[in-house]
């Protein structure tokens, strides 16, 4: 099989949301709002909501998106190149080659807006992942409604150190969105379970 799946279960927690900062971190002061990265819209996150990582996909986004288009174009490319092509077409030759060299750059330059367009948000209170070019799409997820996460990681994937996290919600049990292709998968799972464990030990704490 050509990927690795890993099931990792989280903690469930109490429905009732949080309304602090987690536990151990410097909560702002009276009158503040923490830090909103530049990424995101200011009504993505709510006042005093703390970001513990703010990333985007590896560069290899770019290729691994690409790669059937790139492939085609470049099939394109090479098909200009056949003696069969040069003998019956020899004027369509340079135009088949400039096909296929534009196929491949044009998706490459959407999969530049694609890479730029994605943003992956863990907060002391949700997990949020924005995405889409021409049509904005956010999910968002309170993490005591996270169920489970998924790591799959391909071949290709385990050679350049990337992997896609898969989010599952409570109620459904289906997944319903992905971080794909970041960086240390493994490191990001670890950061979301903490947030996952801090979040609900001070729901349970506070609902004594």
């Known amino acids: 099989m050509g990927a690795h799946l890993v099931i990792q279960p989280l903690p469930s927690g109490s429905p009732k949301a949080a309304t602090q900062p987690a536990e151990g971190a410097t909560p702002?002061?009276?009158?503040?709002?923490?830090?909103?990265?530049?990424?995101?819209?200011?009504?993505?996150l709510a006042d005093g909501e703390i970001v513990i990582l703010d990333l985007r996909p590896s560069p290899w986004f770019l290729l691994l998106a690409s790669a059937p288009v790139l492939t085609l174009g470049a099939a394109v490319m090479l098909v200009a190149n056949l003696w069969l092509v040069r003998e019956l077409y020899p004027n369509g030759r340079?135009?088949?080659?400039?096909?296929g060299l534009w196929i491949m750059l044009l998706r490459l330059a959407w999969a530049v807006l694609e890479w730029s367009a994605r943003h992956y948000i863990l907060t002391d209170r949700r997990v949020i992942r924005q995405q889409g070019v021409l049509n904005v799409d956010v999910f968002e997820c309170r993490l005591d409604r996270l169920q489970n996460t998924l790591i799959v990681r391909t071949l290709v994937q385990r050679v350049l150190g990337?992997?896609?996290l898969y989010f599952a919600t409570a109620g459904t049990g289906a997944v319903e969105a992905s971080w794909m292709h970041v960086k240390n998968p493994a490191a990001v799972h670890r950061e979301i379970t903490k947030?996952?464990?801090?979040?609900?030990?001070?729901n349970g704490s506070s609902s004594l």
């Open 162 to 164: 990337l992997g896609t």
């Open 28 to 44: 702002p002061a009276e009158g503040a709002v923490a830090a909103r990265p530049a990424t995101l819209s200011r009504t993505i």
């Open 195 to 202: 947030a996952v464990s801090r979040y609900t030990k001070m």
């Open 94 to 99: 340079g135009v088949l080659f400039q096909a």
